[in-house]
């Protein structure tokens, strides 16, 4: 069975100071993980997506993240938090029919 | 590209009715999939259709049924409601598990 573990509950930055937004997944096999943004009142936007090419991985809005299959970890990055980024986050892992989500992290920027 | 729509974007019903949510999926995208999410929660995978097929299930009670349509749009049926049921209820559309899923902005269902 797979799962995904976001460690944070809750992460609050300042603008213009980096963005770290933790995951460990569990799979099997070699799994899919993508990580989603949800605004409030707002449907989930994907924001990147692992499917075993690159390691690392670029996605929208100057976010990114690094699939790590010794630490089995995919955490999300970005080097400067903007007020807009203020959302709730979602790591997934993927088989073919399945996604499995993370329970999120509340991202609060302060200005 | 359209992207996905969903309706209604909000719906309130009674302990023991049943409610019917419709989705019409992203042009291109074969597979339907719905996700329940309840309050403060990430969201919970209710099944996935592909092709009008069911061909993958979360762990939901059979009272949680859906079809598929030949326009590959959808629709999840809830009968018998309970309190529980309350949520946002999300559906997304992809063209295959490796692209990633493109999600509607969801029904909210309150069960009163």
């Known amino acids: 069975a797979q799962s995904v573990t976001q460690l944070d509950s809750h992460v609050s930055v300042s603008e213009g100071t980096p963005v770290l937004l933790r995951c460990n997944y569990s799979s099997s096999y070699s799994p899919s993980l993508f990580w989603y943004v949800q605004h409030p009142n707002k449907g989930l936007q994907l924001l990147l997506k692992y499917t075993s090419a690159a390691t690392l991985v670029k996605g929208i809005n100057g976010f990114e993240a690094e699939f790590k299959k010794s630490e089995t970890s995919f955490h999300l990055t970005k080097p400067s938090a903007h007020m807009s980024d203020a959302a709730e986050y979602f790591c997934?892992?993927?088989?073919?029919?399945?996604?499995?989500f993370g329970a999120g992290t509340r991202l609060t920027v302060k200005p | 590209e359209t992207g996905v729509t969903q309706s209604p974007t909000h719906l309130i019903k009674t302990r023991g009715q049943q409610v019917t949510l419709r989705c019409s999926s992203q042009s291109g995208h074969n597979t339907v999939s719905w996700y329940q999410q309840a309050l403060g929660q990430g969201p919970q995978f209710i099944f996935q259709?592909?092709?009008?097929?069911?061909?993958g299930r979360g762990n939901f009670p059979p009272r949680f049924s859906g079809l598929q349509f030949p326009n590959y749009s959808s629709e999840l049926n809830v009968n018998a409601l309970e309190l529980d049921d309350s949520a946002l209820y999300l559906c997304?559309?992809?063209?295959?598990?490796?692209?990633?899923?493109?999600f509607g902005s969801g029904t909210r269902l309150t069960v009163v």
């Open positions: 259709y592909y092709r009008e097929e069911e061909n």
């Open positions: 997934v892992v993927s088989d073919k029919y399945d996604m499995r």
């Open positions: 997304a559309s992809s063209r295959g598990t490796d692209y990633g899923y493109t």
